[in-house]
């Protein structure tokens, strides 16, 4: 049976006690909408998941909810981030993972309390402000990312337990920083599919390094060993 919808229904701003909302589409199967314009009046609100979804926008007003701790927005096409998203003084956990993101707004880095970020393929944005001073797991791969440069940022967010980047295709060589080894609290370590990743003895110089490193995950395609 059709059991697709078009619109959240606005009795939802009645419940004022809700703390958790989840609207999950069924993969491969997106039902489009634009959005709910009541959200904010869900005050007590402190997990929003909305995955799976043909959103194209974060829902409108979302960024004012000041208990919410938790935001899942995967695979829901969105193009564009609130500017003030980083009014969300309380995020703890943000997943925009299988978007369309062109770019991030200069507030995203003011979620200071943030400690989870997934951003697997989250679009084609070039700069990626990583000043997050609690993040503890992040997971990452973007088609026009300066990993460089990323890794540069990377190599500052000191709490770092879980770090999972994938799909590292591109012509330059992947070399990570020397302040990567810095990274004290660095548990688990995932590196998939690097072209550029050829000088293991390089990279394994920085690695060795990583004095509380529990896990490591490494997965090349053919070409990416030397």
């Given at each position: ?5 078009e619109?959240?229904?606005s ?8 703390k958790e ?7 491969g199967?997106y ?11 869900l ?5 929003l ?9 974060v ?12 935001l899942?927005?995967r695979?829901a096409?969105?193009?564009?981030l609130?500017?003030n998203?980083g ?15 062109l ?9 200071k ?24 797991d992040l997971?990452l ?15 500052k967010?000191?709490n770092?337990k879980k770090?999972?980047?994938i799909?590292?295709r591109?012509d330059?060589?992947?070399h ?7 990274l ?7 590196l ?8 293991l ?6 690695i060795?390094k990583?004095k509380?490193?529990t896990?490591l ?6 070409w990416?060993?030397k």
């Amino acid at each position: 049976s059709d059991t697709s919808f078009e619109s959240i229904p606005s009795e939802i701003q009645k419940l004022k006690n809700l703390k958790e909302l989840h609207f999950i589409g069924k993969t491969g199967h997106y039902i489009e909408f634009d959005g709910f314009d009541g959200i904010s009046r869900l005050e007590r609100l402190e997990v929003l998941k909305i995955n799976h979804l043909y959103l194209r926008t974060v829902p409108k007003d979302t960024e004012k909810l000041p208990h919410l701790r938790e935001l899942y927005l995967r695979n829901a096409h969105i193009a564009k981030l609130p500017e003030n998203i980083g009014d969300l003084s309380n995020l703890e956990v943000l997943d925009l993972s299988e978007n369309d993101l062109l770019e991030f707004p200069e507030s995203f880095g003011k979620l200071k309390k943030l400690k989870k970020l997934y951003l697997r393929d989250f679009g084609t944005a070039e700069v990626l402000p990583l000043s997050f001073e609690y993040l503890e797991d992040l997971t990452l791969n973007g088609k026009n990312l300066d990993y460089k440069e990323v890794l540069s940022d990377i190599s500052k967010l000191r709490n770092l337990k879980k770090l999972t980047i994938i799909e590292l295709r591109n012509d330059k060589p992947f070399h990570l920083p020397k302040e990567f080894a810095d990274l004290d609290n660095l548990e688990e370590l995932c590196l998939y599919h690097s072209e550029g990743m050829k000088d293991l003895t390089e990279l394994f110089d920085i690695i060795s390094k990583l004095k509380n490193l529990t896990r490591l995950d490494m997965t090349f395609y053919e070409w990416g060993l030397k």
